[in-house]
């Protein structure tokens, strides 16, 4: 890829990010990036075109990062991984933002978006029963239990900067992120799994938020 059009995708995102994906216009792009609009056109003929460039760039970001064979058996590794997506949701926050804009002006694009869905919740299935059969997660309570807290922790993952920006919270930052989706997993952790994320996870969280952690995650257990 040239250095322009990296100009321009790089400009496209942070105007897509700071003001929303229907309110941005080609010009403000071409401003942004030091070119003329007859340049821009040049290398991306319209707004489609660079939505659909940024969605390919965004698909080669997270196509390793949904491999059902990503290799992240412990806790320490979910974690990380968890790292990695609040990276992804703050690099391409318009993306998860303006979730009506996308399935109404590019279908095609939201089809590949249901599949990144489906693939996220697999995954994250897959870490469960893993980890149930480990020890560190209880056996599952009812038929579909781990399916179904996999569903809800793609839902935290997917609308985490939709419901923080609707709410006007302020704390969006990855150590908030990550406790909204341990919360899902400590009332499930065995003893074994306790000893783990008291020794692993738990300072890492304290870490990213800076001050205690504000739940008493012993309560939860």
Do not use: C
């Amino acid at each position: 890829m040239s250095n322009t059009k990296q100009k321009i995708l790089k400009s496209a995102i942070a105007l897509f990010n700071e003001k929303g994906l229907i309110n941005v216009r080609l010009q403000q792009i071409a401003d942004d990036a030091g070119i003329s609009v007859g340049n821009l056109a040049y290398h991306y003929y319209s707004k489609k075109a660079i939505i659909q460039a940024i969605d390919a760039e965004l698909g080669n970001e997270l196509e390793p990062l949904l491999s059902i064979d990503q290799n992240f058996p412990s806790l320490i590794d979910f974690d990380n991984h968890l790292g990695r997506y609040f990276f992804l949701l703050n690099q391409y926050s318009f993306y998860f933002l303006d979730l009506l804009e996308m399935e109404r002006a590019y279908p095609k694009m939201h089809s590949k978006r249901l599949e990144y869905m489906e693939k996220m919740i697999a995954q994250i299935h897959a870490w469960l029963l893993l980890n149930m059969e480990k020890d560190i997660l209880k056996p599952e309570k009812g038929e579909h239990h781990y399916l179904h807290t996999a569903e809800s922790i793609w839902m935290i993952i997917t609308f985490w900067l939709t419901q923080r920006q609707v709410r006007g919270k302020t704390e969006i930052g990855e150590g908030h992120f990550k406790e909204f989706i341990w919360n899902q997993l400590i009332p499930l952790l065995t003893e074994a799994g306790w000893i783990e994320f008291e020794a692993v996870i738990l300072p890492q969280l304290k870490f990213h938020l800076d001050e205690s952690i504000s739940l008493d995650f012993r309560k939860l257990t």
